[in-house]
């Protein structure tokens, strides 16, 4: 298939440095190369390049023009890359930008479901944030049935931005760190969602497997992923900002990867919030590379060779 790359190296959706970083060590760690070497016809589409502002005061959340203005511009670059028919990659940056990626994909393909594979659920409103910091709170901009939770007039930077997703097109896979309005949420909506405790309790196959039963029963629908990095143990990837235990195994990540590439409906993919200035030089190290090989796994590498 083509395949699209595109960099968001952002970081305002929370407060650490260094978040920023991830497209870059994702490329210098070969990534590019290594999708070709699958025989993809990859185009990389560069960095975007986000305005910076400053005194951005917090307005429920915080940096709301920085965030806005960034979303709107991965929006329109990952619906381009849709519509010129590519398997499109975002590289992170934290994961607030998945409002625009998710946005983005739903202007071409508007039937998407979406797997939300992630220590956290990000659906957190601008009212229940315990940070304010927006990479929580995506999918609250994004969900029809939680458009009454978003003081959108305060958030004049997010103008651009309509609901595009219902709450049941969504699975998630690898919670384990959850709010108490983001519990209420899931509970409200009965959210298709699988925590780690699941995971323990029924394996990896039989999760993503019921998780996709779940989104895309007929298989009929365009697969959006966005994969968190800090889904996978903090012992595995602790290059991240908001690590959390008794994550998903490498091979686990990797399986996910590949059932989801077997099902021939990927149609767009993040990969968020490496941040290689977080922990030590075996994280780092670590995280990249576990990031690499999840992406190249969901687009055709094979562990049985
Ligand atoms: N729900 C959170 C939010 O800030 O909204 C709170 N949480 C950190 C907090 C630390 C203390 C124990 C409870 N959890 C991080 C999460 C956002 C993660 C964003 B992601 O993109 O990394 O998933
Ligand atoms: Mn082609
Ligand atoms: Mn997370
Ligand atoms: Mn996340």
């Known amino acids: 298939r083509d395949v699209a790359i595109i960099g968001a190296p952002f970081k305002k959706g929370q407060r650490l440095a260094g978040v920023e970083q991830g497209p870059r060590v994702m490329r210098e760690a070969g990534l590019i190369e290594k999708i070709r070497e699958l025989g993809h016809n990859v185009e990389d589409r560069g960095d975007l390049n986000f305005e910076v502002f400053k005194d951005d005061p917090r307005n429920y959340v915080l940096n709301p023009k920085a965030v806005g203005a960034a979303t709107k511009k991965v929006s329109a670059a990952v619906e381009q890359a849709v519509r010129d028919n590519k398997l499109t990659v975002t590289l992170g940056g934290d994961h607030s930008i998945s409002i625009g990626t998710i946005h983005g994909h739903a202007q071409a393909e508007p039937n998407l479901c979406l797997l939300w594979i992630d220590a956290h659920a990000d659906i957190n409103t601008p009212l229940t944030t315990p940070s304010g910091n927006i990479h929580g709170t995506p999918l609250s901009f994004l969900v029809n049935q939680l458009k009454d939770t978003i003081p959108w007039t305060a958030l004049s930077p997010f103008d651009w931005l309509k609901p595009c997703l219902n709450i049941t097109d969504i699975a998630f896979v690898g919670l384990r760190d959850l709010d108490p309005g983001e519990r209420y949420i899931l509970q409200k909506f009965n959210i298709t969602s699988?925590?780690?405790?699941?995971?323990?309790?029924?394996?990896?196959?039989?999760?993503?497997?019921?998780?996709?039963?779940?989104?895309?029963?007929?298989?009929?629908?365009?697969?959006?992923?966005?994969?968190?990095?800090?889904?996978?143990?903090?012992?595995?990837?602790?290059?991240?900002?908001?690590?959390?235990?008794?994550?998903?195994?490498?091979?686990?990540?990797?399986?996910?990867?590949?059932?989801?590439?077997?099902?021939?409906?990927?149609?767009?993919?993040?990969?968020?919030?490496?941040?290689?200035?977080?922990?030590?030089?075996?994280?780092?190290?670590?995280?990249?590379?576990?990031?690499?090989?999840?992406?190249?796994?969901?687009?055709?590498?094979?562990?049985?060779?």
């Open 194 to 305: 699988f925590s780690i405790h699941e995971v323990d309790r029924y394996g990896i196959h039989e999760v993503i497997a019921r998780s996709l039963d779940a989104v895309n029963p007929k298989g009929d629908r365009p697969i959006h992923m966005s994969f968190d990095i800090d889904s996978v143990d903090p012992a595995v990837t602790g290059a991240t900002g908001t690590p959390v235990p008794g994550g998903l195994t490498f091979r686990e990540g990797m399986f996910i990867a590949e059932h989801v590439y077997r099902t021939g409906l990927l149609s767009a993919l993040d990969l968020v919030e490496v941040n290689p200035e977080v922990g030590s030089r075996q994280d780092k190290a670590n995280t990249v590379m576990t990031a690499v090989e999840v992406l190249t796994a969901c687009l055709g590498k094979k562990r049985e060779g």
